[in-house]
């Protein structure tokens, strides 16, 4: 084992260790909002505020998860030649923003920050050190891309965390809510499957 294998860890680690039981956390207190709105069962007035919390302690370790990913692929492959402050600044928008995201209260900023943090991933993703299984969608390995699915899931969870105020007061909102998280949760189980299979590939 090299140091470079033990930074390759750290991405697996932190989601196995962190992501993960918040994600079974937060899917159980999700099925408590809807009880307690439906009238199902009784339930605290913090449960849906937890819920959300819990939501956002997921993107929030997505995110880091992720950067900490690319950073390991780009250690791995080689720093890039003369690129490195430009990558130091995509990471540090991407990290910026997600800060800004949970703090900001107008929906025009929500949606500016999370759009910025998601761009700050696709441009750093896109370097072409990071390793991608192919980006030809008409290929089978774009479907079976750690990468893609990976990048799609942390736009799904900072949408979703930029619509918290909209998801409690529009319905309209909470139904596309309930459609995209259960695609969350598909690909969440994606990312274990793939990153697993990734682990394998490993040098
Ligand atoms: C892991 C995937 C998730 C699942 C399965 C899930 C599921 C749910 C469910 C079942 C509801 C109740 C809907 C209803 O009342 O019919 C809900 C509400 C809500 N969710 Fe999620 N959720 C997830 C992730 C998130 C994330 C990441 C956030 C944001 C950070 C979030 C924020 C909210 C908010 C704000 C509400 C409305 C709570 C209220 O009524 O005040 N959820 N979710
Ligand atoms: C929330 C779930 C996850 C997300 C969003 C995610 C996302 C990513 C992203 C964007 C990359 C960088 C691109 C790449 O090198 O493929 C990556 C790399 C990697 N991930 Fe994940 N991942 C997740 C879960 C996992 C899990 C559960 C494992 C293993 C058990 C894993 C293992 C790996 C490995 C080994 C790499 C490096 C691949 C390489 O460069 O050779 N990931 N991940």
Redesign the pocket.
Known sequence: MTVIHWL?LL??VL??LF?YPVVGATIRLGILVREKRLGITRQPDLVPVEHAAHGAWVTAG?VV??LI??V??LL?NGWPSGGVPRLLLLGLVSGGTLVALLQVRRAALRACFALLCWAGLLAL?SQPE???LSDNPFSAGFWSS??WS??L??GLLLFTTAARPEITRQPRFRRLHLTLNLLVMVL?AV??IT??R??L??P
Request: aromatic share 10%.
């Open positions: 390759g991405h697996p989601v196995i992501v997505v998860a992720v990913a690319m390991f692929s791995a993703g990071i390793w991608r750690h990468y990976g990048v899931l942390s969440l990312q274990a990153g697993t990734d682990l590939r490993m």
